[in-house]
């Protein structure tokens, strides 16, 4: 399988490139040349299969030239057999046709598990085979963050840094993040607020010299691993409700595009989807788009589903790629008016054809905090406020009650007391077993000011294995 940019100048990169690069030379994102289609008949068979199992047949020709299929299948296995629930992703009803997919029963209660957890197996066993070592530094506001030193703490050949806002994450969110002890572990508290942290990140990625040679590798959802990983839970949800013979619907609470661009692609793949819904929070890029072809930027809110506050979705380049014929002049073009302040609209049948699939709502603090209490209401369920804005968004834009739908349950509730609180549940929520004596662990962080020297200094001294590079 090949990999182009959506800016359409960089080279075409096999897997195990994609896998290592971040954006393109040309600025632009990773995606296969070609697009794998499975038939109905293939789908079909794959009812019943064990997770890891469906997933190697959903991802293998992403990794065809790259691993080899035993290979393959041991990382996967691997992978999946760190989740807590024996079907990874099981599927809870909420109501008749109304389903949430639980996609937090991995080790850090969100979604970003499933991509991350393979992630630091691919990169561990493609550094391997190489001979090499890379460094990752990563901003993170809260999942991100855990979910790549999870995946990464066992990499022989991986140093992770990851940046979070000091003072500025939840305690759940930090230790998560602050208790994982290993030489090739590194947290770092920025005296300074979330875009401070990404902003050091896109410089670094500008500027490597600190690295003296070392690659730097991203574990955002620009990297086309995670996107790759996300395409799977789609399906199993599906086959799981009848699919392939009977479609599905999705509803996913959304940031960076990521998630649902994995829905998209499922369906490109051969899965019947009929519907996919954009659930965002009042940070409303997506849903500006969707319902009135406009994409402006616009300042930050700070929410209470503070891991979709963004003001723009760097995944949405992928799809935009796909509706304007995967014309990378185009896109460029486009993007390139989007840098310059400007925001756009897209050709008015281009607009329409992505609304023949995708649907949009932007749900604020009241209206997630109203859905928490109503669906504790009617089922004893507790939804985490990303979630329960996934089942408003559901509730609002569902076209087909005969067509059953999915929301994705990104993380666990126990992430995010403040909004359970706030909804008025009275009901405690307890740590899963793995984590109860959370709150007691010892933490390690360092903290340093908002300056990026300060920070690149610190990863030159410990980027190898606590060493100098
Ligand atoms: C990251 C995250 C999201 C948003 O996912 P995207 O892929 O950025 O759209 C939603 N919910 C939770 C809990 C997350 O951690």
Same mark, same amino acid.
């Given at each position: 399988m090949r990999y182009i940019s959506t800016r359409g100048q960089a080279p075409a990169l096999n897997f195990e490139d994609v896998l290592l690069a971040g954006l393109a030379t040309d600025g632009g994102l990773y995606v296969p040349e070609c697009l794998p289609r499975f038939t109905q008949e293939e789908i079909a068979s794959w009812a019943g299969l064990p997770y890891h199992e469906l997933a190697f047949r959903v991802m293998r020709p992403f990794v065809a030239g790259s691993i080899p299929d035993a290979d393959f299948k041991k990382i996967l296995e691997e992978t999946y057999g760190v989740f807590s629930h024996n079907a990874v992703a099981p599927l809870r009803q909420l109501n008749g046709n109304e389903w949430v997919l639980e996609l937090f029963h991995g080790p850090t209660l969100a979604f970003k598990d499933f991509a991350l957890q393979l992630l630091g197996r691919l990169l561990d066993y493609t550094l391997e085979k190489r001979g090499e070592r890379v460094v990752?530094?990563?901003? !993170?506001?809260?999942? !991100?963050?855990?979910?790549?030193?999870?995946?990464? /703490?066992?990499?022989?050949?991986?140093d992770i840094f990851i940046l979070h806002p000091h003072n500025r994450v939840s305690e759940v969110q930090r230790r998560?993040?602050? !208790?994982?002890?290993?030489?090739?572990?590194h947290?770092?508290?920025?005296?300074?607020?979330?875009d401070d942290c990404?902003?050091?990140? /896109?410089?670094s990625f500008a500027d490597q010299s600190f690295l003296k040679g070392t690659r730097l590798v991203a574990v955002n959802s620009i990297n086309w691993a995670r996107i790759m990983a996300q395409i799977v839970y789609y399906f199993h949800a599906a086959l799981q409700l009848g699919g392939p013979a009977r479609s599905v619907s999705f509803s996913v609470p959304t940031?960076?595009?990521?998630?649902?661009?994995?829905?998209?692609?499922?369906r490109n793949m051969g899965l019947p989807i009929n519907q996919l819904i954009v659930? !965002?929070?009042?940070?409303?890029?997506?849903?500006?788009?969707?319902?009135?072809?406009?994409?402006v930027k616009e300042t930050l809110h700070a929410t209470l589903s503070p891991s979709m506050d963004i003001m723009v979705s760097s995944n949405f380049e992928r799809l935009l790629f796909d509706l304007h014929g995967r014309n990378g002049a185009a896109i460029a073009g486009?993007?390139?008016?989007?840098?310059?302040?400007?925001?756009?609209?897209?050709?008015?049948?281009?607009?329409?054809?992505a609304r023949k699939l995708f649907d949009s709502l932007a749900v604020d603090d009241a209206q997630t905090c109203e859905t928490i209490a109503e669906v504790f209401e009617q089922t004893g369920e507790v939804l985490d406020p990303h979630t329960a804005i996934g089942v408003k968004a559901a509730r609002e834009c569902r076209r087909s009650l005969d067509i059953p739908m999915v929301i994705l349950g990104t993380a666990h509730p126990v992430k995010f007391p403040d909004a359970v609180e706030k909804?008025?549940?009275? /009901?405690?929520?307890?740590?899963?077993a793995h984590l109860s004596d959370l709150f007691e662990r010892e933490e390690r962080c360092t903290v340093l000011p908002n300056d990026l020297k300060a920070v690149q200094a610190f990863v030159s001294q410990h980027g190898n294995r606590g060493k100098p590079l």
């Open positions: 990752i530094v990563g901003a !993170t506001s809260g999942d !991100t963050g855990s979910a790549a030193i999870e995946g990464c /703490k066992h990499c022989e050949n991986v998560q993040m602050t !208790t994982i002890f290993g030489e090739n572990i947290n770092i508290a920025i005296e300074g607020n979330f990404q902003e050091m990140v /896109k410089n940031g960076n595009f990521g998630d649902i661009f994995a829905g998209y692609l499922a659930a !965002t929070n009042r940070n409303d890029i997506l849903h500006r788009f969707m319902s009135g072809n406009q994409y486009l993007m390139d008016n989007f840098k310059q302040g400007g925001g756009f609209s897209v050709e008015q049948e281009r607009w329409t054809e909804a008025g549940v009275g /009901k405690a929520l307890e740590l899963p």
